[in-house]
């Protein structure tokens, strides 16, 4: 029981020490890593991909993708500039990269490395599309998602170990059970809400970053219309994934992009692609 207690102990503190700011939310985060340590080893795990993979160049697509991102980049730093946060980005760096695969995807690494794949520019429809996509992916790394999901995991490698040590003493069986109830209890409880809480943030953040980019955020529904459709209108029940429902996510973006439009507008924007 003591080691039970002094595990918990040690995971209050950590959480109490180890907070920063999401400047777009003005929450507290999490986070026991660094970006110290996150950016270099993003850093790396990108350009291995990059080795490992057939990159677009020289395209009309390639060339879009690298101008929506710089266009994306340059918004987030408005707004944080604007928003008292100058500085922020010192440490990314920004990279866009177009990648020959059929999967409908596309991926932001902590720092600004981001990669699309071919498969999914035909439901992007164009340079508009891009961007609701682009902001999305952008939003993560503004938001330091990695970094809140490399410390939740940590915390519950703590909480772990805390259950193993107070079951010890257990039967075999109902050790199992108690460890098998704590790994559903907490992916189901705990971590999948946390990455759909992130998913649903993405979207509001990058809402905002397309428009004050120039670009319609109504369109961003729209998007996701198509990627249900894409998708067979069929998706993992909500309660067991990652991402909110496409018909969630499209409600949201509908009811949020007014406000994206208004934000714009405090930089001048009032016409869009």
């Known amino acids: 029981m003591k080691t039970n207690k002094y595990i918990a102990t040690l995971g209050s503190f950590l959480l109490l020490i180890s907070c920063a700011t999401n400047p777009f939310t003005g929450k507290k ?12 080893m993003a850093f790396q795990q990108y350009n291995q991909f990059l080795g490992e993979n057939k990159v677009v160049n020289g395209t009309s697509d390639a060339k879009m993708i690298t101008n929506v991102g ?27 990269n177009l990648v020959d695969d059929p999967t409908v995807n596309a991926w932001c690494m902590p720092g600004g490395k981001i990669v699309f794949y071919t498969g999914i520019l035909p439901i992007a429809q164009g340079e ?18 990695g970094q809140q999901r490399m410390s939740a995991s940590q915390i519950q490698q703590v909480a772990g170990t805390a259950t193993t040590v107070a079951i010890q003493g257990k039967s075999e069986s ?11 209890g907490s992916q189901v409880g705990v ?7 992130h998913e649903t943030e993405a979207d509001k953040i990058g809402l905002q970053l397309m428009a004050i980019a120039g670009y319609n955020p109504d369109e ?18 909500e309660f067991m994934s990652t991402h909110p429902s496409n018909d969630t996510r499209i409600a949201n973006l509908k009811a949020w992009a007014p406000s ?12 869009f692609k």
Do not use: C
């Open 191 to 197: 971590m999948l809400p946390f990455s759909r809480s």
């Open 174 to 184: 109902t050790q199992q059970i108690i460890g098998t109830a704590f790994g559903l």
């Open 29 to 40: 985060t999490l986070a026991l890593v660094s970006n110290d340590e996150i950016l270099p």
């Open 70 to 96: 710089q266009k994306i980049a340059s918004a987030a730093e408005k707004w944080l500039n604007a928003n008292g946060y100058q500085g922020y980005l010192n440490d990314y760096k920004w990279e866009y």
């Open 128 to 145: 508009t599309g891009v961007a609701a996509i682009m902001g999305h992916e952008v939003a993560h790394a503004l938001a330091n998602h």
């Open 260 to 271: 994206a439009k208004v934000e714009a507008r405090k930089f001048g924007v009032t016409s």
């Open 220 to 237: 961003a529904a729209q998007l996701w219309v198509r990627m249900k459709a894409n998708s067979g209108g069929s998706s993992t029940p």
